[in-house]
């Protein structure tokens, strides 16, 4: 099949590549930069060098690629910056699936995330509705996914994929990365925001896990399907796990509000309502299995 891969640049999308070449696609693959372009050419695609946010560009850009399918697995993290990543969700999918739509372009592929949930008790399934009345910042971020959700499915076969939060190589928690700078207290700022000890139940899943869902889903019915591991856990759980893999230092209990308890000199910080991580039974029907089911041993085996 012929493919148009926006964001073949990135964390997950580097992954994915080789997979679809693998299968047999043929690939054409964006970038912002020439250099990065020339590392999707490396990879087996047509490496082709685009910004999201010029709609003529990316229109031209699918138009000669002429795909089958388009794959979104654009996102604008790299520098942690939460406005410039809804900025690229709203206009960037708009833009991107007016020029699949201008191509002929049936299938999207798209690439949105697992804890945009409403809160609840048990791990989200994808009947819930998102939160979108949540208060700011979290409500605008919400909105976002919910725009580039709504957009892809203009098309007529729209399948998103809600990944848990993303680990492996090249993501923020791989050995190297800013989540290890912050544990070690050289960095801090919003990669400290996830790395508070506390009962917030969250969902991770490999980039490998989550390239092979892509995979997958050029194949599978329109509508969002959660790509997760098999283990939603509370940070209390998962964090010292994650520290002893990167080698750094466990953060200690924040301070609880509540009075402490006797035996254990407090109770862990209040946990974010909406924190509950979501289930993969879904992805699970469709035949998509986890090669690493629990960050557990996950975290420790995040090498290349
Ligand atoms: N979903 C999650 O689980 C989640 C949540 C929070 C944080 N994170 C972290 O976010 C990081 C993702 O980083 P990343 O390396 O994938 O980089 P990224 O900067 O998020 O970029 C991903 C892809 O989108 C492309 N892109 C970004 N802005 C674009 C634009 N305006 N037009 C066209 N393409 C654009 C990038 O192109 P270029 O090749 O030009 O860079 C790249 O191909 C990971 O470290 C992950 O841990 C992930």
Same mark, same amino acid.
């Given at each position: 099949?012929?493919i148009?891969?926006a964001? $073949?640049?990135?964390a997950?999308g580097?992954?994915?590549? &080789?997979?679809?070449?693998g299968a047999g696609?043929e *690939?054409?693959?964006?970038s912002?930069?020439?250099?990065?372009?020339?590392?999707v050419r490396?990879?087996g695609?047509?490496?082709? *060098?685009? %910004?999201?946010?010029?709609? %003529?560009?990316?229109?031209d850009?699918?138009?000669?690629a002429?795909?089958?399918?388009v794959?979104?697995q654009?996102t604008?993290?790299?520098a942690?910056?939460?406005?410039a990543?809804?900025?690229?969700r #709203?206009?960037?999918?708009?833009?991107l699936?007016?020029? =699949?739509?201008?191509?002929? *372009?049936? #299938?999207?592929?798209?690439?949105s995330?697992?804890?945009?949930?409403v809160?609840?008790e $048990?791990?989200?399934?994808?009947?819930e509705p998102?939160?979108?009345?949540?208060?700011?910042p979290?409500?605008s971020?919400?909105g976002?996914?919910?725009?580039?959700?709504?957009?892809?499915?203009?098309?007529?076969? =729209?399948?998103?994929?809600?990944?848990?939060?993303?680990y !492996? &190589?090249?993501?923020?928690?791989?050995p !190297?990365?800013?989540v290890?700078a912050?544990?070690?207290?050289?960095?801090?700022?919003?990669?400290?925001?996830?790395?508070?000890?506390?009962?917030?139940?969250?969902?991770?899943?490999? *980039? %490998?896990?989550?390239?092979?869902?892509?995979?997958?889903?050029?194949e599978? &019915?329109?509508?969002?399907v959660?790509?997760?591991?098999?283990e939603?856990? +509370?940070?209390? $759980?998962?964090?010292?796990?994650?520290?002893?893999?990167?080698a750094? &230092?466990?953060?200690?209990?924040a301070p609880?509000?509540?009075p402490?308890? $006797?035996?254990?000199?407090?109770e862990?910080?209040?946990?974010?309502?909406? =924190?509950?991580g979501?289930?993969?039974?879904?992805?699970?029907t469709?035949?998509?299995?986890?090669?690493? +089911?629990s960050?557990r041993?996950?975290f420790?085996?995040?090498? %290349?």
């Amino acid at each position: 099949m012929k493919i148009f891969l926006a964001g $073949a640049g990135g964390a997950l999308g580097r992954r994915l590549v &080789p997979l679809l070449v693998g299968a047999g696609h043929e *690939v054409v693959g964006t970038s912002r930069s020439e250099e990065g372009a020339a590392r999707v050419r490396a990879l087996g695609a047509r490496g082709v *060098v685009v %910004d999201a946010l010029d709609a %003529d560009r990316l229109r031209d850009a699918v138009t000669a690629a002429a795909p089958e399918a388009v794959l979104h697995q654009l996102t604008d993290l790299s520098a942690a910056d939460g406005a410039a990543n809804s900025r690229l969700r #709203r206009q960037g999918t708009r833009h991107l699936v007016d020029a =699949a739509r201008a191509a002929g *372009v049936r #299938r999207i592929v798209a690439q949105s995330i697992s804890w945009a949930y409403v809160g609840g008790e $048990a791990p989200a399934d994808e009947g819930e509705p998102l939160d979108l009345g949540a208060p700011m910042p979290r409500g605008s971020m919400v909105g976002a996914v919910a725009e580039l959700e709504r957009i892809s499915a203009e098309l007529p076969e =729209a399948v998103v994929l809600r990944n848990g939060l993303l680990y !492996g &190589p090249g993501t923020w928690y791989a050995p !190297g990365g800013p989540v290890a700078a912050a544990l070690r207290g050289e960095q801090g700022g919003p990669y400290l925001a996830g790395l508070t000890p506390d009962a917030g139940v969250s969902s991770f899943v490999h *980039v %490998d896990d989550a390239a092979a869902a892509v995979l997958a889903a050029l194949e599978w &019915p329109a509508g969002p399907v959660n790509i997760v591991d098999d283990e939603p856990a +509370p940070a209390t $759980a998962w964090l010292p796990v994650l520290a002893a893999a990167l080698a750094a &230092p466990a953060p200690a209990p924040a301070p609880s509000p509540s009075p402490p308890s $006797a035996a254990e000199g407090g109770e862990p910080a209040e946990a974010a309502g909406w =924190a509950r991580g979501a289930s993969n039974s879904l992805a699970r029907t469709r035949g998509w299995t986890p090669e690493r +089911p629990s960050w557990r041993t996950g975290f420790a085996d995040q090498l %290349d």
